[in-house]
DNA sequence: GATTTATCTATTGTCTACATTCCGTCAAGC
DNA sequence: GCTTGACGGAATGTAGACAATAGATAAATC
């Protein structure tokens, strides 16, 4: 029972990826501002691990940081989703051309399992699910800065999610194309999935950009 | 003559430059281990804007910072260069396929510009003149978050550059890429741009892979 | 009354001191 | 001789105090 280690050298970490959680999450409004101390209090520690992780936040692109004012969770704006969704769309099938030789049967009941349990869960969960699916199949690649930028521009993607309210036409052809990328990564046929993927983040991009906009 | 601004909220980022450019340059070591003490006293500050810089470089991969441990710079290793030039590979046509539309003649002259200086150049220099020719290309496209990041990718891949001897050979080959990428951005040739710089990006990477191996 | 200037408060940036961790060294035990 | 564990110096991590900045508010001037 470690209950509150004095110090282990990575507070920070732990501090950001509370916060990472809970900006993804939406439960933290774009713009809100988060003060130093306000943050120090709640984690129970001095301000310095605070200002660490809202580095981490920042480089992550989930905090704005400007010197010497209050730093406040980035905005949303259509712009910045589209651009998020354009690298992801190269990116990811960069990644899983590189990990199909690597990918086992295993993996990819993996990413089955996640996938059935996508199809059941409510939007709050779905947003969580749909990011291991895209992250299960890639992982094999062996690119740890390639995948930490993957991972990165997934969670700044799926902060959209809550803004959009996902509707059901949606949900259906995402699934869809997840069950046709299983499919394609079970025939090993690299190509096709790698076209499907790109095809996948493009159009959910496009919809949900589309659904933004007439919410706006 | 602003000589000392006793606090201006941006010493760590201006640290983090100096760092970068010796880092980048070659001038310092990979392995090298970095001290805050040693690194406050060069910099007449305290350990705090160190620690600050230091991170800032860990996040562009430029340098290692364990938990608990020294600061080293970051090691290279074929397998990261690799990997960095694939990200290149995909994520630089992207943003020049975007930028295209947006490019200038103005623009074009200045990358022009750069590559008549690199041509003249030895080594040291021309591995940054051929960073800058990159970003010239490509800084239109009004995507900030794509741009940082091929930015840090460029940063990366340039340390190689002081590993192989840039052979004769090589820089021919580079110039004659670099033209004929000039030559379809001036006719507007999108896609035949955006196919020369990926080969280019590839083929330069396999180059000094090899170049690389053999070395070692 | 509008505009500029001064002041005041809230918040961040940096410094110094101290706690903790790491790692090499050395002694003890097998 | 080799391994194990304790010790100590050197380096980092964190806390708390202080300095500097930004923004708002009040005061003064025209």
Redo the contacts between chains.
């Keep these: 029972m470690k209950q509150k280690p004095t110090r ?3 507070t920070a970490e732990h501090i950001a990826s509370v916060l990472r959680a809970e900006i993804i999450a939406g439960d933290r409004e774009p713009g809100e501002v988060l003060y130093q101390e306000e943050l120090a209090d709640r984690f129970q520690t001095s301000r310095m691990p605070i ?2 992780s809202l ?2 936040l920042e ?1 992550e ?1 989930l905090v704005v940081v400007p ?2 004012k209050s730093a406040t969770v980035s905005p949303l704006d259509p712009a ?1 989703f589209v ?2 969704n ?2 992801r769309a ?2 990811e099938p ?1 990644a899983l051309k ?1 990990a199909m030789p690597e990918l086992t049967n295993r993996q990819i009941d993996r990413a089955i399992t996640i996938q059935d349990e996508a199809e059941r869960s409510d939007i709050a969960v779905f947003a969580a699910l749909n990011r291991d699916f895209h992250m299960a199949l890639i992982q094999p690649c062996e ?4 995948l930490a ?1 993957i991972a990165s521009l997934n969670d700044a993607s799926q902060r959209y999610f809550h803004l959009t309210a996902v509707d059901l036409d949606y949900s259906t052809q995402s699934h869809d194309e997840h069950r046709a990328l299983i499919a394609a990564c079970m025939a090993r046929n690299t190509e096709k999935a790698c076209a499907i993927l790109e095809r996948h983040i493009l159009s959910a991009s496009e919809k949900m950009r589309i659904a933004m906009l007439s919410k706006a």
Tied chains: 1, 2.
């Design positions: 282990d050298g990575e200002r660490d580095k981490i480089r692109g010197a010497n910045s651009e998020i354009e690298m190269v990116a960069l590189i690119r740890p800065r390639l930028h």
